[in-house]
């Protein structure tokens, strides 16, 4: 597999050159933007595997950018912030992005995130290849597309990951931190929250009434499940 390309917005030029610098020496093909019109106009260009988007930058805010980018194709996004503010990060969550860092960060843990996120792209294997089916919910791990009563329901990287992980273990209770572990891929440091805050996009896009959601259900004081809808069964296998 080719090596991933990553595009670097932000417009402090000591961050950028120091990002595209290291990345580079990783072996990624790496452009470098410093506001959202050039971002955009590279996005188009060069179409990378994954941005890193500073949230700050001086002719849009990187929240606008980041849904602009994922409207055009699934491209992964790792925000950058100054702020420690917890809101910020929800907020970056809710708006697709699939993993966030604050600044200061090592270099070290830059290059962890990078390749946890990047590790979504690997093939699937046979077994993963298989089509879940639970009713009118469908889920396809080869195109990475959910269908709901036969219509396309629009999932970032990150919540079709967290959807798959759980419809492939039907019943089975999972706390927050496993899930990240299982869905992130490493070992998550922030706060377990994000898993909340994912869980709630796709109820919003999967669920009747997401004050009573009947998929992804919620375990007091543990964590989430799948319930497969009732007369669903379980997961139909389809080729």
């Not at 179409?47 to 992964?76: A, H, W």
Request: a negative charge; aromatic letters at 8%.
């Amino acid at each position: 597999m080719a090596e991933a390309k990553i595009l670097v917005v932000d417009d402090d030029p000591a961050i950028r050159n120091l990002i595209y610098r290291f990345l580079a020496k990783q072996n990624y093909t790496m452009e470098a933007a410093e506001d959202g019109k050039k971002a955009l106009a590279l996005f188009e260009q060069f179409t990378p595997d994954l941005v890193i988007l500073d949230v700050n930058l001086p002719d849009t805010n990187g929240y606008d950018l980041c849904k602009e980018m994922q409207s055009r194709t699934g491209v992964f996004v790792l925000m950058l912030t100054s702020r420690t503010d917890e809101a910020d990060k929800i907020r970056g969550f809710s708006e697709g992005a699939d993993d966030y860092l604050t600044k200061p960060f090592s270099l070290l843990e830059l290059e962890v995130r990078v390749g946890a996120i990047l590790k979504r792209q690997r093939p699937v294997t046979n077994a993963e290849q298989q089509c879940l089916t639970f009713n009118r919910l469908v889920i396809d791990p080869v195109r990475r597309e959910v269908m709901l009563r036969d219509e396309m329901v629009p999932l970032t990287a990150l919540e079709f990951d967290l959807l798959h992980f759980l419809a492939s273990h039907p019943g089975r209770v999972w706390r927050r931190a496993e899930l990240i572990q299982k869905v992130w891929d490493y070992d998550y440091v922030g706060d377990q929250r994000v898993v909340d805050v994912h869980v709630g996009q796709i109820r919003k896009k999967i669920e009747k009434d997401t004050n009573e959601p009947a998929l992804i259900q919620t375990v007091r004081g543990v964590g989430y499940k799948f319930e497969p809808p009732e007369g669903g069964g379980d997961a139909q296998v389809s080729a």
